[in-house]
């Protein structure tokens, strides 16, 4: 998960470093296909993480951002496309984060109770056996 | 430390935008974002635990920062503020992630030192129970010992008392043993006990003393000589006289009861010296089993 994650987040990075390289002189015209992928990548790796339930909103807000990217990218329009496909993956890789937390604390309380009833036990044991 | 590093960069940054731009634009989006920034930035778990994340972050304001210093267009700025944003929340939720899984590391450690304790409870209950055992098997052992001393010294004491019942020519009657002091054990027509008399008197009273959960009627009986009257009183002071003997040798008086019956019961005709004689006569009948002495029929 967080091997996917920090792939992810490199393969971002580097689209980001590439584009931010672009922007200084780069046309408007570089097609953004690899940056719209790259997004996608971000919005399935969340899906599958669970965030359509753990984390809806920044979910739909990615999924929503990247159907522009992708009309702009029909389009040819690749400035907005690149735009609409950064913005996206900002909001996917929320989205994971937001539904990785989630399992991660609901998971530390299942263990935290499990810890806390066998205590329990115990403690009634100790009391019975002083009786 | 290593988000001291980053503040310079973004300060050079803007400060280089700044040389060859007029006034710097600012947007909402964009003083969120440097805001959200600084709580990050506060909190040092988020650099420590997501680095990457916050690097990122960093990178993704600094680029808002430069959009504004060279007066980009606003929905520019935004969008590189709004991603800025998300980037600073992923962060900090990277940072909650490795807490939560922190936590869930240390409640596994509890739950094996809970576990051991578990162990280490349930060999002490199982080392109490076994001495526990212990202990009774020897409890039990000392009782049935105990109890073999009961069962010898009672039969020791019932042999002993078999015996000196047997010296005291005791007879076994329904009413119980039944021991008969003799005529001679009197001196004539007097209730005072003779030597012989006194020291049958002190048998009955040691067998009293090593029994006593038992009692005994003492019965006084005479010939038919003489008046009635006269034969009933001597036969309840003779009666009197053996009670008081006993009692003289410790025996408590609560457990000696008299009779005295006068020329009635007679054991044999009193037609001849021998048969008077043997009518005149003390009984002593000793309870048996803690049960009360019954009448005579």
Redesign the interface.
């Given at each position: 998960m967080s091997t996917r994650l920090?792939r992810t987040?490199l393969q971002?990075?580097g689209a980001?470093a590439i584009a931010?390289a672009a922007v200084g002189c780069a046309s408007d015209k570089t097609p953004a296909t690899a940056d719209v992928a790259v997004s996608r990548a971000a919005v399935d790796s969340a899906t599958s993480s669970g965030a359509a339930e753990l984390a809806p909103a920044e979910l739909t807000s990615a999924r929503d951002k990247m159907m522009k990217a992708n009309q702009a990218l029909a389009a040819k329009d690749y400035k907005a496309a690149k735009?609409w496909a950064?913005?996206a993956a900002?909001?996917a890789?929320?989205a994971q984060?937001?539904a990785?937390?989630a399992k991660?604390?609901s998971?530390?309380n299942e263990?935290?109770q499990?810890?806390n009833a066998?205590?329990d036990?115990?403690n009634r044991?100790?009391a019975n056996?002083q009786q | 430390m290593k988000k001291l590093t980053f503040i310079p960069a973004v300060f050079a940054v803007s400060l280089f935008m700044a040389a060859c731009s007029s006034t710097p634009t600012t947007t909402s989006m964009l003083d969120r974002a440097r805001g959200d920034y600084m709580a990050a930035q506060n909190n040092p778990s988020v650099a420590a635990s997501a680095p990457?994340?916050f690097k990122?972050a960093s990178?993704?304001l600094n680029?808002a920062n430069d959009a504004a210093a060279k007066n980009d267009s606003l929905e520019?700025i935004d969008?590189l503020a709004?991603?800025a944003t998300?980037?600073i929340?992923?962060a900090q939720?990277?940072a909650?992630?490795k807490a939560?899984?922190a936590?869930?590391a240390d409640?596994?450690r509890?739950?094996d030192e809970?576990?051991l304790?578990?162990r280490t409870?349930e060999a002490?209950?199982a080392k109490?129970a076994a001495d526990q055992a212990r202990m009774q098997a020897v409890q039990a052992q000392n009782s049935a010992a105990n109890a073999q001393a009961a069962t010898a010294d009672a039969q020791a004491r019932a042999a002993a008392l078999a015996a000196e019942l047997a010296d005291l020519q005791a007879k076994q009657t329904e009413r119980g043993m039944v021991i008969t002091l003799s005529d001679v054990l009197f001196n004539t027509d007097r209730a005072e006990l003779s030597a012989d008399g006194m020291s049958t008197a002190r048998k009955l009273a040691d067998v009293l003393t090593q029994n006593p959960e038992r009692t005994v009627l003492i019965e006084g009986f005479t010939d038919s000589t003489g008046s009635a009257a006269h034969n009933l009183e001597l036969s309840q002071r003779r009666a009197e006289s053996v009670r008081a003997a006993l009692v003289g040798m410790g025996v408590d008086a609560s457990r000696v009861a008299t009779k005295g019956y006068g020329e009635a019961y007679p054991v044999a005709a009193n037609d001849t010296s021998g048969d008077r004689q043997l009518n005149r006569r003390v009984e002593i009948v000793l309870s048996q089993n803690g049960n009360p002495i019954a009448a005579r029929r």
């Open positions: 920090s987040t971002l990075l980001l931010v735009e950064d913005l900002a909001d890789q929320l984060s937001k990785n937390t991660a604390t998971a530390a263990v935290q499990s810890v066998m205590r036990e115990l044991s100790n056996q | 990457l994340e990122a990178d993704a680029r520019h969008q709004y991603i998300q980037k929340a992923t939720q990277v909650h992630q939560e899984e936590r869930i409640a596994g509890q739950r809970v576990r304790q578990q409870q002490d209950q109490a």
